[in-house]
């Protein structure tokens, strides 16, 4: 009998023939592209991994079962193996899917806002959808009676898992909604953070205040005011603020104003404001209202903004007072201050050789201010400044140079002097001076400033050497040969 005879009379040789070489011959080819796949770092390796380690071998079991050793399709092993394999094809089918579609997608395509939930729902559909095919044709089951049992089922289970079911129609109600994205800020009651994930029973929220991660059931998100934060354009921070009764109420509200306008991140639109709330016990009450483009940004703005009032009430002679009942001493404060002026303009070299009457005189026109790391000292513009002389702390002075960068012109520490020009000459400031840390300086008024060069030529000279040498340090920095600020 010949070979082909052979094969018309024994069509299992065929299959075994199939295995023997076929098998092998694609478990290699699937490895080899499987091992290329991991090395580009494919999310297609996953299917392909599945589809050469169950489901190739499985369909192999089962043509084994079926065409080599002959039983029946009716036989428990035949129809177990051909379960396993569907559903492994299923598997690997929706995975397939999955990475095609969405695994790879662009994040700004459509594929990629697919909530994870929605997918998650329609694999589970998929795979109800395959179960019931499987039992249909491979078991032949009574469909309509299994879906009777399962309506019964259902009902019973429903009244178990009614928080659990409940959980899941909130997220497909958000789902379609789209209150928010992964991503979004949200505030849920009292709780606050921003979303990571929602999963079939709950939205997880990070906590960024605390590093912690939140898990609030999805009923909780329909059942509970729920803003969404990243979606207001502009953020309002509201800070409750309390000043004495002595200060004006309208220069009070000057000075916050100009605080808050130069705090890194407050919009200048809308402009910030200021309110009285009422009148307490021991002080005004005001309310300073500024807004950040991120809300992120707002306990940022919020902390920079406060640890400058301090500064500020400073500058402006206000009180923050204590809420205890405070005695003034207005005389005993005013020689306070003459004395620490007088004080603190002792100990600068340059005015050591002035006689005790001048320097006393100088002592009563000047004032203490100080200034928070990264205030604007001086602005590029401003004329009408006094001649302000660095006691604490160091200060940067910078300029734009012709593409607008902020370069560095020069550091001034204890004992120099800032805006010579302005108030020598009546020049507009050509730089900005900015404190590189906490600066406590004595403010000097231009009369009594140009008194004092008049009576000491000398000093004059010397503050004209000072005031050439940053002129050359500034046309050097427009060109851009200094360093830049960051």
Do not use: C
């Amino acid at each position: 009998m010949s070979f082909t005879e052979s094969l018309a009379v024994n069509p299992w040789l065929i299959w075994g023939l199939g295995l023997t070489f076929g098998f092998p011959l694609v478990m290699v080819l699937l490895s080899e592209i499987l091992h290329r796949l991991d090395v580009r770092g494919r999310p297609l390796s996953e299917p392909v991994r599945h589809l050469r380690n169950i489901t190739l071998p499985l369909l192999s079991l089962f043509i084994f079962l079926e065409k080599m050793v002959g039983l029946p399709p009716a036989d428990t092993a035949v129809k177990t193996t051909e379960t396993l394999m569907f559903i492994s094809v299923l598997f690997a089918l929706l995975s397939l899917a999955n990475v095609m579609l969405f695994a790879e997608a662009s994040a700004t395509s459509w594929r990629a806002r697919v909530p994870k939930l929605f997918l998650d729902l329609s694999r589970a559909f998929f795979v109800f959808v395959g179960l019931g095919m499987v039992l249909a044709f491979v078991w032949e089951a009574d469909l309509k009676a299994f879906f009777a049992a399962l309506g019964i089922g259902s009902l019973v289970i429903g009244l178990a898992l009614k928080d659990t079911l409940g959980n899941l129609f909130s997220g497909i109600a958000l789902l379609f909604e789209k209150p928010f994205v992964n991503g979004d800020i949200i505030r849920v009651g009292e709780r606050e953070g921003t979303v990571k994930e929602m999963t079939w029973r709950s939205t997880w929220i990070h906590v960024g205040r605390t590093n912690s991660l939140l898990v609030i059931p999805n009923i909780d998100l329909t059942q509970e005011p729920l803003i969404n934060l990243s979606r207001l354009g502009h953020h309002l921070v509201r800070i409750p603020i309390s000043f004495s009764y002595s200060d004006p109420p309208n220069k009070v509200k000057q000075a916050m104003l100009e605080t808050a306008a130069i705090v890194p991140g407050v919009l200048p639109e809308p402009a910030p404001w200021v309110i009285t709330t009422g009148y307490a016990d021991f002080a005004i009450n005001y309310q300073i209202i500024f807004a950040v483009q991120d809300y992120l940004a707002k306990g940022d703005a919020e902390n920079e903004f406060l640890s400058r009032v301090w500064y500020a009430a400073q500058r402006h002679g206000l009180t923050i007072p204590f809420p205890i009942q405070t005695v003034y001493h207005h005389k005993a404060d005013a020689l306070g201050q003459l004395n620490a002026v007088h004080e603190k303009l002792a100990t600068v070299a340059t005015l050591q050789a002035m006689p005790e009457t001048e320097l006393q005189e100088l002592s009563k026109a000047s004032v203490l201010k100080r200034f928070a790391r990264n205030e604007l000292v001086l602005r590029k513009g401003d004329s009408s400044v006094p001649l302000y002389l660095i006691i604490e702390g160091e200060a940067l002075l910078s300029t734009p140079d012709k593409r607008g960068v902020e370069r560095e012109v020069a550091r001034l520490a204890h004992g120099e002097y800032i805006g010579i020009m302005q108030v020598t000459m009546g020049r507009p400031s050509t730089i900005n001076v900015r404190a590189l840390t906490d600066l406590l300086l004595v403010a000097i008024p231009g009369d009594a400033a140009n008194r004092m060069l008049d009576r000491s030529p000398r000093l004059a000279r010397d503050l004209g050497k000072v005031t050439e040498a940053r002129r050359q340090a500034v046309l050097h920095a427009k060109e851009g040969h200094t360093t830049m600020i960051e």
